[in-house]
């Protein structure tokens, strides 16, 4: 009888034991999800970020607000909650043309090696009557210059008034159309497009959007910027 006893006792020790391993296993099995999740965002923090480089004019630079309240400003907030690993870099200047961003690509490509390029240039061109075929040949260096850097390109589109003619005027636009299949990069034909006949959207000049508009331009843009941040 006591051996009997001692061999039952022994056996339910064996079976409690193998339990506890059963529990034990099952506990890191759950575990696995948050500690490949862990890993993942640790890999991601210690990487090198990935930069969207914004090269524009006053409309992109935040033109008569602050640095903050600029569509540019604002998918960057966006950017850092739901794309992480990636950041952006505003390179836009207030009055800068297509000569001007022409001239400083290659140094803003070399100074911060981004993975997108997003070109929103031309309009200041458009208003000072500037040759067509000049500005397109000056759009085509910079979407080359960030191809040959292995970025992708988003090249925004403007309209202009018809001040110059209607010829001119549907060229002017024509330009951004046809680079951006001639180059096969992503296209936003108009910037401008979710506020331009709202009046109230502007400020005093009626050329550069206010701070309450500045939201609906970053949406506007996020929906062709989006699928080039992969």
């Known amino acids: 009888m006591f051996f009997n006893k001692l ?28 500690m490949a999740q ?11 970020a990935r930069t969207i480089l914004v090269m524009g004019d006053s409309l992109s630079a935040a033109y008569g607000l602050s640095a903050s309240q600029g569509w ?14 990636w ?3 505003n390179a836009s200047i207030s009055g800068e043309t297509t000569a001007g961003g022409a ?8 100074r911060h090696r981004p993975a997108v390029v997003v070109i929103e240039l031309g309009a200041n061109d458009g208003l000072r009557g500037l040759s067509l075929q000049q500005s397109r040949a000056n759009l085509d260096r910079m979407i080359q210059a960030a191809q040959s850097a292995k970025a992708r ?5 403007m309209r202009i008034p018809p001040n110059y003619g209607p010829d001119y005027t549907r060229g002017f636009e024509e330009n951004f159309t046809a680079l951006a299949k001639q180059r096969q ?3 936003l034909p108009f910037l401008l497009e979710p506020v331009a006949l709202d009046r109230d959207a502007f400020q005093a000049d009626n050329l550069h959007p206010v701070a ?6 970053r949406d506007h843009v996020w929906k062709a910027l989006e699928p080039l941040l992969n």
């Open 87 to 89: 950041r952006v870099v």
């Open 72 to 85: 540019v400003a604002l998918t960057a907030e966006r950017v850092s909650r739901t794309k992480p690993g």
């Open 153 to 157: 390109v988003l090249l925004i589109g």
């Open 103 to 110: 001239s400083r690509i290659a140094a803003e490509l070399q």
């Open 7 to 34: 061999r039952y006792g022994g056996n339910r020790a064996r079976v409690q034991c193998a339990i506890g391993w059963l529990a034990l296993v099952l506990l890191a099995l759950a575990a696995l999800p948050a």
């Open 212 to 217: 309450s508009a500045q939201p609906k331009l």
């Open 38 to 48: 862990t890993a993942a965002a640790a890999a991601a923090a210690t990487a090198p």
């Open 185 to 187: 990069v992503a296209l």
